[in-house]
């Protein structure tokens, strides 16, 4: 199962505000990868539902982000691409067997800090978290956009979700406490400008959840967003099960 959320800063709004762009879908979308189920849903948060408490629930599908190098706040709406199934990695969201991604989410606040302030720095070297901005930054090359630098405070937000995701048997862009995204992102410290963020569970490799978000229009939105400049990886484990967090960011 996969998912995405996106949203903008009040501050950055028009007057009369953004609309927000919601499709809910008839049905649970659900497909076959790797062997498992996955569901998904996308949602763009515009500037003035950040504090509405807006979650990306499977099956809720909105708008896409813009072309590489477009604006992150253009409305429109993502069908979820199917994948031919492959070996036991996909985005389903109950066994440990089956995989699940949820639909990505984003924010955007207005500027006032410099990337390195705001924690370009290191993550992780090596291992399962820095293969996977490996791979995002493989495919971003490949649509004429700039790498992701991690982000310390982004990696922080991210793993703590993804820890909180499996310690307590859900799946969710919003916490137990009704944290949302931007919450978790403000509370690690990050200063931004625009926030997005994707979430899977049961893909047990980084190329098998990148496959996942890639074959699903709103994950790959995110990762392709020309616009963000700073990335944090979560990943925890929910028995055999991981549970992965990407949070994107662009720094005020």
Not at 80 to 105: C, E, I, M, R, W
Not at 173 to 187: I, P
Request: charged share 15%; with cysteine; net charge positive.
């Amino acid at each position: 199962m996969i998912a995405s959320h996106r949203a903008s800063d009040p501050a950055l709004r028009p007057a009369g505000g953004f609309p927000v762009v919601r499709v809910a879908l008839a049905a649970a979308l659900a497909l076959a990868l790797f062997g498992g189920a996955a569901y998904g849903g996308s949602r763009l948060l515009a500037s003035n539902d950040r504090a509405g408490g807006n979650a990306a629930v499977a099956g809720d599908v909105p708008p896409p982000a813009a072309a590489p190098g477009g604006d992150e706040e253009t409305a429109g709406t993502f069908p979820t691409d199917s994948a031919s199934p492959a070996a036991s990695s996909t985005p389903p969201v109950a066994s440990s067997t089956a995989p699940t991604s949820k639909a990505p989410t984003s924010t955007t606040k207005k500027p006032t800090q410099t990337g390195a302030a705001n924690g370009g720095g290191n993550t992780e070297s090596s291992g399962p978290k820095a293969e996977v901005l490996r791979i995002v930054n493989q495919e971003r090359a490949k649509a004429g956009c700039g790498p992701l630098t991690a982000s310390n405070q982004l990696a922080n937000a991210a793993q703590g979700h993804s820890a909180d995701m499996a310690a307590n048997d859900y799946f969710s862009h919003t916490s137990r406490n009704g944290d949302q995204m931007a919450d978790r992102v403000d509370a690690a410290g990050y200063k931004w400008r625009s926030l997005g963020e994707n979430i899977a569970k049961g893909q047990q490799t980084p190329a098998s959840v990148m496959q996942a978000w890639m074959n699903s229009s709103g994950h790959r939105a995110n990762i392709l967003n020309c616009g963000f400049r700073n990335i944090g990886v979560g990943l925890a484990f929910d028995g055999n099960s991981p549970v992965w967090t990407q949070n994107f960011g662009t720094p005020r």
